[in-house]
């Protein structure tokens, strides 16, 4: 069972647009919530991440907004560069556990046309 | 801060024959390891982690075996490769103090199996 649900599986956004990508959860405990970005050919990078006391954190032109009772966040990126497109991976994990575990969405695959 | 450093960086392999890649951190001790694998285009499949030496665990029953001999290496092995152990490899590393609920990710293994 997917324990994070993540989309659009792909975007085509212009340059100087907004992306949107979207993710929700079911468990309850999670409350970790980090982007990571992925260029072809390379490990995952941690872009931002949220805890579930705030509902918006903005790191440049990277927003994560969060809704606890809707079990959702998503992130945005204010305009959009070509240099953006890449693969973006939601997350999820409970604080503080033994493991570590963080689940994954499936990726979105961003694509921003000059 | 961490690095992670995934060796080969690329490997071409037949079927039925062995795999041995290898994972080493710097910069932290006693870290939890992660093993993922990413079909093309898919997303991130935990398969192995440990959370100190000799401990592994496995999320995905296969062909594939991991092991961790020393502190900061992790090894991921196969006796008899399957066309379907083709993809790209990625071992992360858990953070440490403030960055704890975060992994940290090599730059990946891409194995193609023929």
């Known amino acids: 069972q997917q324990q994070v649900k993540q989309s659009p599986q792909s975007l085509i956004v212009q340059k100087g647009g907004i992306s949107i990508i979207n993710c929700a959860y079911e468990n309850t405990a999670f409350d970790y919530f980090p982007w990571y970005q992925q260029f072809p050919g390379k490990g995952p990078a941690l872009l931002i991440a949220?805890?579930?006391?705030?509902s918006e954190k903005k790191e440049g032109r990277f927003t994560i907004s969060f809704n606890k009772s809707a079990k959702q966040f998503s992130l945005h990126i204010m305009d959009s560069q070509p240099g953006d497109s890449a693969t973006y991976f939601c997350?999820?994990?409970?604080?503080?556990?033994?493991?570590?575990?963080?689940?994954f969405g499936r990726g979105t695959q961003l694509t921003v046309w000059p | 801060s961490q690095t992670i450093h995934q060796w080969p960086a690329t490997l071409v392999q037949p079927v039925g024959s062995p795999l041995s890649l290898e994972c080493t951190v710097e910069?932290?001790?006693?870290?939890?390891l992660y093993w993922y694998r990413q079909a093309a285009g898919r997303g991130l499949q935990l398969l192995f982690y440990s959370v100190g030496i000799g401990q592994i665990s496995s999320e995905v029953p296969q062909n594939l075996s991991a092991s961790r001999p020393q502190d900061r290496q992790f090894i991921l092995s196969s006796k008899k490769l399957l066309l379907s152990d083709s993809g790209f490899y990625l071992c992360?590393?858990?953070?440490?103090?403030?960055?704890?609920?975060?992994?940290?990710f090599g730059p990946g293994t891409r194995l193609t199996v023929l």
């Open positions: 997350a999820a994990s409970r604080r503080g556990s033994t493991l570590g575990r963080l689940y």
């Open positions: 949220i805890r579930p006391d705030v």
């Open positions: 910069g932290t001790s006693n870290p939890n």
């Open positions: 992360a590393s858990r953070g440490r103090g403030v960055n704890t609920d975060t992994q940290y």
